[in-house]
């Protein structure tokens, strides 16, 4: 997965992969370069389930300030 994540998973899936990667890389099967690339694979699903959950937070105080104010 070279392209940016947030073009092909949900978060779910994000997440998901983000957790084969970690134990691709703690399994210490992987060669260096791997363990490199993976490492760059996860370290962007991160930062992508990251801003879905900072979207989702701001959805979330949008839904509860209109329901304040009714």
Not at 41 to 62: N, T
Request: glycine share 8%.
């Amino acid at each position: 997965m070279s392209e940016g994540p947030e073009k092909e998973l949900t978060f779910e899936e994000a997440m998901e992969r983000i957790e084969e990667i970690t134990g691709s890389i703690e399994s210490g099967k992987l060669k260096l370069e791997e363990s490199i690339a993976a490492f760059e694979e996860g370290s962007r699903l991160i930062k992508f389930c990251r801003a879905k959950l900072e979207e989702y937070g701001k959805k979330i105080d949008d839904i509860s300030g209109s329901e304040d104010n009714e």
